[in-house]
């Protein structure tokens, strides 16, 4: 199956204690299509100005990685520049320059209408929105969102919450949604809006879902984060993270219960390849052996007991 | 088997957003052994005050918890008071009246010089390495501490470190010890004295085990912790997890590396019970059958494919 991203294409400029880059490649729906590429073909709705490089969409499309939605408009590609100290959970935005990603309104090419897996990266949900309506009949569709949209657009990304199937957020970003402390009754409260799933990012701690099972209780599935002893840039993780969820699910053609705790295995695993380097320096040689060894591996990692299928 | 655990017996004070109790049973020894006893008997080696309640007395004793090594000295019982906020992670210490305690010296009956398990509870390292002095062939002892030994009495720590086998400490203490904040070269650097596991503590992310393979690579397993929708009183919370790891073990006799992974989802099990409810309320009525329905459900927590054993 394919799938849909519809997000930001950047030049990041980023600052670790392992080092600095400077206008690399980044944003939200360039990292997720790295990353679902090495599962499934990849359409790419956004915006670049034309001071983006035709190098960075010669790689995108030797990953197939279709740019037919990704428009190209007079001036220059979004900008993010941030830092991340000893405490790599978050960053420290230093600067946010939208140029042509301020006017941009996705346009989906025809080709794209039918693309079964959808995902709506952390875009202003209007636009969000947006997308959902040129597209007939997705079997499954995904989003993620940020503090930003949760504080300035709630109406909005409530709206878009109603409309899909699985929320992808962070921890504190589902707790300022639903306004408590506690995940659980957070990811109950964004439950009852309608999506099936709900999954958690904890960063070092690994990802969890919370579903509805067949009855009104919760259902959950718990995944640590691979451990490593040095994460050099944590920029992308949460969207190749994504990628590697989505991707798999377009691998294998399922969307079932089992199909995606798999998939949320897949996702930690290309995410902690993603944080071993700048950029998405990691996934330009990643190889699918390594992936499928580190997916092995996860399975020694919480396992205790034999379980009946 | 039976458990020999050291460490202290108190009267605790506690507010939490949920409530407040005065004066009710606490200490890292007592936690310990209301937990373990759920598996195997018990014996306890600590100091009460002449204040020390019959009724608290009788209790432990109704769980099959050998007081022969449990001093009562002329003086108040150890208390302790303290305070958590809407993170429940962090208890602030309102006061600290170390009382009998602040003169304790171990001293093992004759009767408990051969138990084959053991845990040192979080007290003074010295008070630690003092009863590893008077026990015989222990076919596992098992550690705790905290930040306050770590800064005061490291090298005491270290000599008592390299002489247990298995040390569980939270995420904040493993990083304080080793003085960097990545957990991977925290434990690494602990195994390195002499311990054949570290078991760190999460909260609510769980536990998880770093532990020396075949290999020189480290072997992992990861844990979470049970969602709940509300934690009461996250007072031993820490020393039921023991209690329940070791108690495990105590029960099947077994302490290899499988071993070790099912006591780990059996400490979550239990810590799980201890913090919906004040001091040790909860654990006065759990029942085998509970201990094993949410043992049933860890399995599921985190399972996603077969693995051969």
Do not use: C
């Not at 995108?60 to 007079?74: K, M, P």
């Not at 590609?77 to 990603?101: C, I, K, P, Q």
């Not at 309104?105 to 990266?121: E, G, H, I, K």
């Not at 079997?139 to 109406?155: C, E, Q, S, Y």
């Amino acid at each position: 199956m394919s799938i849909l991203v519809v997000g930001s294409v950047a030049l990041d400029s980023v600052q670790t204690p392992f080092g600095k880059v400077d206008n690399v490649l980044g944003g939200s729906a360039t990292y997720f299509s790295v990353a679902a590429s090495l599962y499934a073909p990849v359409r790419v709705v956004g915006v670049v100005g034309t001071d983006f490089s035709p190098a960075h969409v010669d790689f995108l499309r030797s990953r197939n990685v279709d740019l037919a939605g990704l428009q190209t408009v007079e001036g220059q590609t979004f900008r993010w520049s941030g830092r991340y100290g000893h405490d790599l959970n978050t960053a420290e935005t230093l600067e946010t320059r939208l140029n042509v990603f301020a006017t941009f309104r996705p346009q989906l090419p025809q080709s794209y209408r039918q693309t079964p897996l959808v995902f709506l990266a952390n875009i202003d949900p209007d636009l969000q929105l947006d997308v959902l309506r040129q597209i007939k009949h997705p079997r499954l569709v995904a989003l993620d969102t940020m503090n930003f949209w949760i504080k300035g657009k709630k109406d909005a990304l409530t709206e878009v919450l109603r409309k899909v199937d699985i929320v992808l957020v962070n921890e504190a970003e589902a707790r300022q949604y639903a306004g408590t402390s506690n995940l659980l009754q957070a990811t109950h409260e964004i439950l009852a809006l309608g999506p099936r799933a709900v999954i958690v990012k904890k960063g070092e701690y690994g990802a969890a879902l919370y579903s509805k099972g067949d009855s009104a209780a919760l259902s959950f599935f718990f995944a640590p984060a691979y451990p490593l002893a040095e994460i050099k840039d944590p920029t992308g993780a949460g969207d190749t993270f994504a990628g590697g969820f989505l991707g798999y699910l377009a691998k294998t053609g399922a969307v079932d219960a089992r199909a995606i705790r798999r998939a949320i295995i897949h996702g930690s695993v290309v995410a902690s390849f993603t944080v071993e380097d700048f950029s998405m320096d990691r996934l330009r040689n990643l190889t699918w052996p390594e992936v499928a060894g580190r997916y092995e591996e996860f399975k020694r990692f919480t396992y205790f007991e034999k379980v009946e299928d």
